[in-house]
């Protein structure tokens, strides 16, 4: 039987190791021994000795879990102070389950340093409570208490050379892993890999490196390659490529608070798989205990959507992210988006481009130089978004000769559908989660185009249309004001024109209740026919003016005859609000 008496069979010099690391494993078993005593030639000297063991079955305490060493050939020398092994296997077992054979080779004094010990672990088990114990026997105290918190398992071949820390001289190893099936718990999450055969794992005082690991999940699969210095301070860097959800569970849980904190500032969604290329993550422990974390790569996303002040639906394209957040700055990111296809307020654009930045320590996005392109026409857009459910917003988003039949839900190429080309201005500010308090201005113009369609349009041309049913609409503007669900449209043109002359003019004003979609007007009629202005725009002093209600899209219209002197339109509508600007928040009056 393995018993602690034995030590007295070790030199003196070599007792206080062994006594050490019997405590710290407190071994016990049995083995066979074979004493082989070499006299010595000089009669007055002492004889050579040494004992070839081989091991049955060993039990010791890895941290406070008991392991078990079976032996499976091979054999140990002990000699004069030293421990050397010779392809000696041993199996590993805990609680019953096998966790893969060690061989060992190589030598140690007990009491000088110098020596090593080299081998190999087959179908060894991460999740063996003997590795923590060894890294701790190794001195590398930090490294065995991070690789317990991962909770570790899964498969693993590894070769690995050891040599003890002894006096002033602390422990140097070298282990290379080929790991094949991993996981892992992070932030309550376990996390499954399947991993290539290229994968490797080099494991050194104070440095890990990652090489080729190629592991697939349940979300994707990903590629990285890196390298993790855990001493005197943290400092882990990583190259990687991924393919599919990247915002699925699986990969937020890895990814660092900041990365994640930035994806959920711009809400972004994913309508399928997406693609990470040359990404680069750095994580940096600082002196004061804070962290500087650091990413940057290219996302390509397909059908994915995102919220920078207004809501941007459809993206197919990519986004070079880089992401940096200190103690002393705060969050950073910076997103340039190149995509091939959005959707803007149902609008399909193609060719988009802009910036999505951070501002004051992330408590702000702003977006700039946004560009994205109608079949015909560009539409622009810049905002500035505080965060928070109560924080304020604005932007501005202009229309520069976009087709009209684009910006209308279920538009198409059909002679039904209106056309014409949309130069429009819309500048609005308001707080985040409240309808209520939003403001806004804007004016648009509609040229060249085919407006009869419109139903608001066509209610108009069907009473104004009493003797001259072949007069068209071809050119609207209209200045408006935003105030919570209300738009009030100060002034509506729509005209019919031939050369210089317009021969059908209808000017009015309206509101519209954005919630009911509910619209209620009031046009009047000028016309180059004589005929047509005396029946709708009035005899002699008297109004006459046709008044929309209902809804925009079944509006009802009919012809009102009021008796006295005209109205002037601007006593129909109300004093519109001011609008906060972009840049700082001041109030803006006038029209824009």
């Known amino acids: 039987p393995l018993d602690r008496s034995l030590l007295k069979l070790l030199p ?29 030639d000089d009669p007055g000297a002492e004889g050579a000795w040494a004992f070839r063991l081989r091991p ?29 092994f010779d392809d000696l296997a041993l199996a590993v077992e805990t609680s019953g389950e096998p966790q893969g ?73 070298r282990i290379e892993l080929e790991p094949s099936v991993a996981s892992f718990t992070h932030r309550d999450t376990v996390i499954h890999l399947e991993l290539s055969e290229r994968a490797r794992v080099f494991v050194e005082p104070g440095v890990v490196r990652l090489h080729d690991l190629s592991a697939r999940h ?20 990583l190259d990687l490529t991924y393919l599919g959800r990247f915002m699925s569970q699986p990969v937020l849980v890895f990814l660092p608070d900041a990365v994640v904190e930035a994806l959920e500032l711009i809400e972004l969604q994913e309508g399928g798989d997406s693609r990470v290329e040359d990404g680069r993550l750095v994580l940096e422990a600082l002196p004061d205990g804070g962290w500087d974390v650091s990413f940057a790569g290219r996302v390509s996303v397909e059908d994915a959507s995102l919220t920078a002040g207004v809501p941007v639906r459809g993206i197919d394209g990519d986004f070079d992210l880089v992401v940096h957040r200190s103690p002393a700055r705060g969050l950073e990111m910076d997103l340039a988006v190149s995509a091939r296809r959005v959707t803007v307020y149902d609008q399909p654009l193609v060719n988009a481009s802009g910036t999505i930045r951070t501002a004051d320590g992330g408590t702000r996005l702003v977006v700039r130089d946004f560009r994205a392109h109608g079949r015909t026409g560009v539409l622009t857009l810049e905002s500035e978004v505080g965060l928070g459910a109560d924080a304020a917003y604005a932007f ?14 279920g538009g198409d190429d059909t002679p039904a559908t209106p056309t014409g080309e949309v130069f429009a201005r819309l500048d609005v500010s308001g707080v985040r989660g409240d309808p209520g308090a939003r403001l806004g201005r804007g004016s648009a113009r509609v040229l060249g185009g085919r407006l009869a369609r419109v139903p608001l349009v066509l209610q108009l041309v069907n009473l104004v249309q009493l003797t001259v049913p072949t007069a068209g609409i071809d050119y609207a503007e209209a200045e408006f004001f935003l105030a919570g669900d209300r738009v009030v449209f100060e002034e509506m043109l729509f005209e019919s024109t031939l050369g210089a002359t317009a021969p059908m003019s209808l000017r009015g004003v309206a509101e519209l209740d954005l919630r009911t979609r509910e619209i209620n007007g009031r046009f009047h009629s000028r016309s180059a026919l004589a005929v047509l202005s005396d029946i709708v725009g009035g005899i002699g002093d008297q109004l006459v003016a046709i008044e929309i209600t209902g809804t925009l899209s079944e509006p009802k219209g009919s012809l009102l005859a009021l008796p006295g002197r005209r109205r002037p339109m601007s006593e129909l509508i109300v004093t519109p609000p001011l609008v906060k600007g972009l840049a700082d928040g001041t109030p803006e009056g006038g029209r824009p």
Do not use: C, K
Not at 30 to 36: G, H, N, T, W
Not at 63 to 79: I, N, S
Not at 396 to 409: A, E, Q, S, Y
């Open 396 to 409: 501005t988003m202009r229309f520069v000769g976009l087709p009209l039949g684009d910006l209308i839900p």
């Open 56 to 84: 049955q079955r060993l039990e010791l305490l890895a941290g406070t879990t008991p392991v078990v060493l079976t032996g499976e050939g091979g054999h140990a020398w002990l000699r004069e102070g030293r421990l050397e």
């Open 218 to 237: 349940v979300a994707g699969v990903v590629d990285f390659s890196g390298v993790i210095r855990t001493g005197p301070s943290f400092l882990m860097t």
């Open 101 to 173: 054979v060690i061989t060992l080779n190589g030598g140690l004094d007990l009491a000088e340093p110098g020596d090593q010990i080299t081998g190999r672990w087959d179908d060894g088990r991460f999740e063996s409570a003997l590795i923590p114990a060894i890294l701790r026997a190794a001195g590398a105290m930090d490294a065995a208490t991070r690789y317990e918190a991962f909770e570790p398992h899964g498969l693993f071949d590894g070769v690995f050379r050891f040599r003890p820390a002894h006096a002033e001289t602390p422990a140097d190893y």
């Open 12 to 40: 003196e010099r070599s007792r206080p190791r062994v006594e050490e690391l019997w405590t710290r494993f407190a071994p016990s078993g049995r083995f066979d021994a074979e004493l082989i005593f070499r006299p010595a």
